[in-house]
């Protein structure tokens, strides 16, 4: 690797997760205001250093708003995800979406993603019509028309008083006549309508491993219009997300994380007025790590499967060497959980669990250096300790 390339991995680890989860503020966001409004003490759209930190009130909205949201599809890696960034426990997480201060909703490239409560209108407003339109057509194919779909949406308040599963609130919108077929694929298009359409979002399990779909507060959404122009000020508000999260980065990464076209994405770049680090890079305000770092030995990072970091970028050859990528970007749509040291992804991961115990295997791409050995330990036991488990490394042969 290059020497510059040396130095961008390590600003963009940095900006990822910093030397133990991030702890910078975030700038004022333009859409930041009008959120959902779940609790009176949810957290503002700032960073950890403003919510108290992890263990606090905040914390866990915190880390999600600076990391620009966490991917949400796999329940339990989102929780890694947190934890990477700076969350301490898993019951941080459990107690943030029972308060509202967390919500998720299929935004940025059609995908679940967890996010402050308070950031969910303005992201809406950018990826809910949009969203929308690229799913008219299985929704058809699934017998969803847009009568039975609108049906559903004006039924929702009445159905959802309190939270229910999936099963059950599909279950109550049929015994309510509506037309959908429980059996297929119809039920998770006709929930992701009604969270595009800005009625409900996901929120507390109801049951174990079984989320719970919440009412979103405030008066129902007009009828659904197609995709307009995205307002300035949010395009602004994505870019610094983005690239306080991810940068230093371009306007064609933000295109390839976000799924909205690269002639909108340049002018969200532009619109966030963030300062060019490298031709065609930018970052957000202290993405510049401590020269000699503050980490004793290597930044390295246990990611769960479908980690933002592995899926925050266009050109991933930097951080990724292509000769290995299919190991970790297996194809389908499945990321593997990582093993990253200084931005450079090492190899995978799985965990074999036993009573009260779990055994890190790691699957290197080559000979792992002796220092990343070293603090790949106390990364797996605090992997063990956010699951509650004592554990072990062990990394198999090249």
């Known amino acids: 690797m290059t020497t510059d390339e040396t130095r961008l991995l390590r600003r963009r680890m940095h900006a990822q997760f910093g030397p133990a989860g991030p702890r910078r503020a975030l700038p004022d966001d333009p859409g930041s205001s009008g959120g959902p409004g779940f609790s009176d003490d949810r957290a ?59 919500v998720a909703s299929w935004l940025m490239r059609g995908t679940l993603h967890l996010v402050p409560a ?10 809910g019509a949009r969203n929308l339109a690229a799913g008219a057509g299985r929704r058809r194919q699934l017998g969803l028309t847009d009568e039975i779909c609108e049906r559903a949406v004006a039924l929702l308040p009445e159905v959802l008083p309190a939270p229910l599963s999936r099963a059950g609130l599909v279950s109550a919108l049929i015994d309510r006549g509506v037309e959908v077929d429980p059996s297929g694929q119809a039920p998770a298009h006709l929930v ?32 659904p219009e197609p995709p307009g122009p995205p307002e300035e000020a949010d395009l602004a508000a994505l870019a610094v997300r983005y690239l306080t999260a991810f940068g230093p980065a371009g306007a064609a990464d933000l295109a390839a994380w976000s799924g909205l076209p690269l002639t909108v994405c340049r002018r969200a770049v532009a619109a966030a007025g963030l300062p060019e680090v490298a031709p065609g890079l930018f970052a957000g305000p202290g993405a510049e790590p401590p020269e000699g770092g503050t ?62 115990s779990m055994t890190v295997l790691v699957e290197p791409f080559g000979p792992v250096p002796g220092p990343v050995r070293e603090v790949l330990r106390a990364e797996a036991a605090a992997v063990g300790r956010f699951l509650g488990l004592a554990a072990e490394v062990r990394i198999a042969r090249p």
């Open 44 to 102: 503002s759209s700032g960073g950890p250093a403003e919510a108290g930190g992890p263990g606090r009130p905040g914390a866990v909205a915190a880390v999600a708003g600076r990391a620009a949201g966490i991917q949400a599809q796999d329940a339990a890696a989102a929780r890694l995800g947190l934890r990477a960034r700076g969350v301490a426990t898993a019951a941080e997480i459990d107690a943030a979406y029972r308060s509202g201060e967390v």
């Open 118 to 127: 308070v950031d969910l209108p303005w992201l809406l407003r950018l990826f």
């Open 192 to 223: 992701g309508y009604a969270a595009a359409r800005g009625l409900l979002c996901r929120g507390a399990e109801v049951a174990p491993r079984e989320p719970g779909y919440v009412l979103l507060p405030g008066p129902p959404p007009g009828p």
């Open 295 to 356: 980490e004793a030995g290597p930044a390295v990072r246990l990611l769960g499967a479908y980690d933002n970091y592995l899926l925050g970028y266009r050109d991933r050859t930097v951080m990724l060497d292509p000769a290995f990528a299919r190991r970790i970007n297996a194809g389908g749509g499945v990321v593997h959980p990582a093993l990253v040291a200084d931005g450079r992804v090492l190899g995978r991961w799985a965990a074999e669990r036993a009573r009260g």
